[in-house]
Each structure stands twice: as C-alpha cells, then as structure tokens.
C-alpha cells in the first residue's frame, strides 16, 4: 500500500472482512474464541489479551506514526501507566513542564509511593534538558505543544542528545495536542510515542482511549505483556470508533488549524487579551521551530485575559458556540479555565497555571460564527 498519511488512515491494518467482505472492520463484540483442539487457534484465545477489532486500530495508528507496533489501552492514563510500569524503583523520569494534569497526578500522587522520582523541567531548550539529565534517568517524557501553554520541545535535539547519553534514557512524547498528521515523533528519534486518542484521533468526543506506538520490538514485547497482564483495554466499540475517527483525522486537523489560525490572529488583536499562546503565530517565541517540526498549527489556542480570574470565568460561562468543558480535539469547540479545570491537580506545584489563563479547543465549524462568538463574550 502507498504510505502517504490520508491513504493509510483509511486503510491500513483494514482489509475487507475475509468471511463476509464487510468493508468497515466488525466490532468482534465477544471476550472468547472457539478452539478447534486445545491449545490451537486463529491468533485470539481471549479479549483481554487480543481482540480483532482492537488489531486493526494498533495496526492503523502504527502505520500513521511510521511504527512497527501499535498498542492500544482503555484510556490515554492507562497508556501511561503501563509505560510507567516498565520502570523500577530508583529510576527516574525527567518530565517536560506543563505536562496534562492528569499525568501529573499520577506520577505525583501514585507513582512517587512506588520509589520512582519524577523531576519537571522547561523542555524549551534542549541544553536545558542535558544539563537536568542524570545517571538515574530513565525516561524523558515530553508533551509538544504542551497544555495549556503550546511551548515546544525541539524533539529532533532532544533525541540525538539522550542517544550520546551513556544510558541513553528512552524519549517518551505525549503526541496528542499534535496527532500524528502535524508530527510523528519516532521519526524524529523518540523512542514510544503516546495519544489520548480520546482527542484528536477519535476526534467526536464519544470514546475513551489510549494509544501507543513504537519501534522497539524488545520493548514492545514488555508493554504487550504488561497490556495482558495489568488489563487496562479498550472494548472493541471504543476501538471501532477511534478507528472511524481516524479516517477523517488529516480533513478534521487541516479544519481544526485553519480556524485556530483565524481565532489567533482575532484574539492577539483584542485589547482584553493580554497574551496569546499558538505555535503558528508571530508571537509565539517558537514559532520558527513548529514550522519545522509541525506541518500546521493544531486547533489549541490559549490566552491571557487582562481581567484577572474574574474576567476569565465571565468569558468562559458566555460563550454560546464554545462549550464550557473539560477534554479537546472534538469537531465541536470548547472553552474552559485551566487553572480551576483540566489543571486543578497542579495547584501549589510548580506545574501551576495562571488562574486567567482561557483554552480553547478551536472546533470545525464556520469559522466566523466562532470568531463573533469570543467577540460578544469578551465585551
Ligand atoms: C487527555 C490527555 C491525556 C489523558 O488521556 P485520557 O484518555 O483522558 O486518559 C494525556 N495527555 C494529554 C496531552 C491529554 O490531553
């Protein structure tokens, strides 16, 4: 098959259904398989520890992230966790700022209980991240753009510096704000790359799910076993919807930037914004650097209000097309305070977010309608 991005979406890891020629992969709704003879089967003894339907989307997301192995989870956390769970007490993790909440909170609250030592640092710069490296790292774990504050990691400098490491800790990047379609990060020399696919790649804010991706066929094997052992799948409903999702996701993502582009450029020229965060806009102090790495902008916009905390949660509760929500990467827009939402759990640390800072999650619609829309709440 032709290996370009839109034409792998649709069809890899998805042949037609041999029994019945089913053209969209079946939801193999069932947690068992009949077995002619013990011991012998068609490749499925049981759903935890391979379902068809779940196949097809590890394969599909491996061929769009330019992987060898495709794994999928119940939830984008539970991806983490079972990466997390490849570690051994004493080793650390050196975590890129303003990681998602959630993954803060797991590594702050659960995994430190564990002997594991997590260290957070501004991956802006890549000298900075050699200079914070230790002989006790493991893992380096990155979001870019991260949320809520869209600052890059140079992934391509990262990479080759931890490869001259001589422990040459492994590059995790959290590719969700991106999805594979803006930047495919084992290309540029991670090790493991991660989604919520419950974002971007599922794209309809219908499902929960985790995806991982990656090369190594050593430590796709550990992550395997630790997916059957620990348990933390998906249902094949969930996997089904991510793979529909995914086949609109280079459509859905070219939409997603275009608007966020127009919402930018609206917003940065506002007298209540006071400071705007998109990776391809002039102002961002990286811009150079997502133009780069990053074939468009993505659909995240952030920004400052001049009001204080106050102004900000006017400005989220009166929006009418943009919902006041939690999550992202749906076709719909989404509003909300970081700080008093999606980043409660990073209150007090030093991963904490300024309480008038507003996210938005820029949807597909009629771009115009978004725009008059932050225009009517922001007067
Ligand atoms: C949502 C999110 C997660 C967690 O994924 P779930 O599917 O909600 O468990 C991890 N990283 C990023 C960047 C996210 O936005």
């Known amino acids: 098959m032709p290996d370009h991005f839109e034409t792998l979406a649709i069809h890899a890891g998805q042949p037609a259904d041999p029994q019945t020629g089913a053209v969209m992969t079946p939801i193999y709704q069932t947690s068992t398989y009949a077995q002619p003879r013990v011991g012998e089967h068609k490749g499925y003894e049981y759903s935890r520890t391979g379902n ?14 330019g992987a060898a192995h495709g794994l999928a989870f119940g939830s984008g956390l539970a991806a983490t966790d079972t990466i997390i769970r490849t570690l051994s007490p004493g080793d650390e993790v050196l975590v890129g700022g303003d990681v998602y909440g959630g993954t803060f909170r797991l590594f702050d609250k659960e995994y430190r209980r564990y002997g594991l030592e997590f260290r957070y640092m501004d991956a802006t710069d890549p000298a900075a991240v050699d200079a914070a490296l230790s002989a006790k790292t493991r893992m380096v774990w990155l979001e870019t753009p991260t949320n809520p ?66 090369n ?105 097309i943009f919902t006041l929500a939690e999550s992202l990467g749906g076709v719909e827009s989404l509003i909300e305070v970081p700080a008093a939402m999606t980043h409660l759990s990073t209150a007090g640390s030093p991963l904490e977010v300024s309480p008038s800072l507003v996210r938005l999650s820029v949807g597909v619609e009629y771009v115009d309608d978004l725009i008059a829309d932050l225009e009517q709440a922001l007067s």
Do not use: W
């Open 216 to 320: 190594d066929q050593a430590l796709a094997q550990r992550l395997a076993f630790l997916q059957n052992a620990a348990g933390a799948v998906p249902g094949p409903m969930d996997c089904f919807l991510i793979l529909r999702g995914l086949k609109t996701l280079h459509l859905r993502m070219d939409r997603h930037a275009a608007n966020a582009q127009a919402v930018a450029a609206f917003l940065a020229d506002h007298p209540k914004v006071s400071q705007l965060y998109y990776p391809f806009h002039s102002s961002h102090p990286q811009q150079a650097l997502a133009r780069r790495q990053m074939r468009n902008g993505g659909g995240m916009v952030s920004f400052e209000i001049a009001g204080g905390e106050a102004a900000a949660r006017k400005v989220v509760e009166r929006t009418r």
């Open 52 to 65: 068809p339907t779940r196949t097809a989307l590890q394969d599909c997301l491996a061929a769009l992230e």
């Open 149 to 214: 504050y869209l600052r890059l990691a140079d992934l391509a400098a990262i990479a080759e510096l931890l490869k001259q490491r001589p422990n040459a800790p492994l590059l995790v990047v959290d590719n969700t704000f991106a999805s594979p379609y803006l930047q495919q990060p084992l290309k540029l020399g991670a090790d493991i790359v991660l989604h919520s696919a419950t974002k971007y790649l599922g794209g309809h804010s219908d499902s929960v799910l985790g995806l991982i991706a990656l």
